[in-house]
C-alpha cells in the first residue's frame, strides 16, 4: 500500500507540476518580458539571464540602446544621446565597459576652452565676469546644504541671485534640457555625482556590444499591457505573449502619451508619479565641416544666446573629428526639434554663421539633427520632476500587482536621468522579480 503522501507525490510529478504553474502564470511564453533594449532594458535581460529566467526584450527601434545611441550616418562619431559615463565610481557602465576591454578614460582631459557670444557677438570681459559671478554664486548654493523646502530652482536660483535672473536657466537648459522654473530644486540637488567617463569608442557601441547574444525582438512595438489575470499579456503586430512579469522602461512621455495601452488602467499612485514626472528637451545637432577648423581646437565650446532661453552650446570638433555639434534645451530646443531636420539644421547652422562668418557656409557639408523630444519614442531627453514633486520617482518605482515593474531612468531615484540610473533600475527590478517569481 502507498501512502497518500507518496500518491501525491507520484501524481504531482514534475511535468503535472508544470502544466499546473503554466495554467496559473496563464501558460507564459517566458518569465520576463521587457518592453524597451535602452539602458534599463538590456541591463534588465542581462540581470535575468543571470539569474536563470528566460527574458525577452521588445524594442520599437530597428535598434537597440535607446538614447544612448552612436550616429554614423555624417560619416564621423555623433553621440546623439548619452555621452558621460557620470559617477563613474559606482555606476555599472564603467565595470562593463571594463568587463568588455572597451576603453573608458576620464574626461579631464577633453578641454579645449570657451568663449561667450550674443547673437554672434562676441561677449567683452566685464559682461563675462559678471555672468561668472552669477553662475558661481548660484553653484555654491545648489552644491550647499539641500533646500527645506521643495520649490523650483529658478525660484531657488532668485533668493540667491536677484540680479541674475537667467543664470538658472544658463544652467537647467544645457544640463537637464528645461527651463529653471519648472524643475524641482530637491530633486536636482538629490542626484548622484562624481567622477565622469567618457568612450572614446562611441557610448552606443558599448550599450550595443553589451546587448550582443540577447534575446531582443527589434522593431516589435508593444501597444497593450493585460495584467488582469495571474500573468501578463503583451500586443505586438507580430502577435500577443504571455509573460509572468513585465519591466516597463519607456520614458516617462511616452507612458503619458498613451502608446501603450494598460488593462486595468494603472493604479493612481503610478497616474500620480507621472503626473509629477516631465521631460526635459536637452537636443544635440551636429554640424559637419570640410577643410578648415576656424582656428578652434577639439573641445572648444562656445556659448551663443541672443534672448533668454535661445542658449546654444556649440562644441567644436569632438575627439578631432569634423563635427561641430551644437547642444540646446528647453522650449527653444521643442521649436527647433519640431521644424525638421532640414529646416533645424539651417537654422543652427545661420547661428553658427553670425559667430564665424560666411566661409562656415562654404565649408559646411551636411547637419543632423537628434530631435528627441520629437521622436515618438523618447519625447524628451530625460525625466525631470517638477516643482514639488521630488517624491514621484519613488512612487513610479513601486510594483504594481506584483507583475508589473517600472524601471526606466525616471524611476532610478539619485541616479534618475542617467543611462547608469537606467541600468540600475533594470536590475532593482529583476531583484524584486527574483522574490516574487
Ligand atoms: C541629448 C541627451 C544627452 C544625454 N546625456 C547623458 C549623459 O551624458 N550621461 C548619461 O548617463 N545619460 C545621458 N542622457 C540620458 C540617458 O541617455 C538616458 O537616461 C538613458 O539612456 C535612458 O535609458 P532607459 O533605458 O531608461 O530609456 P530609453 O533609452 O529611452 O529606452 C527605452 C526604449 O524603449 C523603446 N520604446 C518606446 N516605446 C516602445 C514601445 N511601445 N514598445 C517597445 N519599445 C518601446 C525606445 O525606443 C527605447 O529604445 C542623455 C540623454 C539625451 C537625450
Redesign the pocket.
Known sequence: MISRRAVLAGTLSAPFVANIAARAQGAADIDVAI???????IHAARQARAAGLTARI????SRVG???FTDTSLGSDFEA????I?WAETNPWAEIAKSLQIEAISDSGLWGGFDVFSNGRRLTGEERSRRRGGFWRLANVLDGEPTAMDMSFGEAARRVSPDQPDAASGMTLLSLGEDADRVSIRDYQRLDSGEDLVLPGGYGRLLARYAEGLDIALAT??TAVDYTGPGIRLETPRGTVRARAVIV???VN?LKSG??RFTPELPAGTRRALEGLGMGA?T?LALRFEATKFGQTPWTQFFDSSRPGDLVNFEFWPWGNDLVVAHFGGDYARGVAAMGEAAAVDHMLARLVAILGEDARKAFRGGRL?G?SADP??LG??SIAKPGEADQRDALAQPVANRLWFA??ASAGAGS????G?ALAGARAIAMIRKVL
Open positions: 518592453i524597451g533594449a535602452g539602458a534599463a532594458g521588445f524594442e520599437a527601434r535607446g538614447r544612448v544621446g548619452a555621452f558621460y557620470h512595438p508593444v522602461t519607456v520614458s511616452v502608446a501603450i536637452l544635440k537628434a528627441w519614442l523618447a531627453c530625460y526606466g531612468e536621468m542617467t543611462a547608469g537606467a
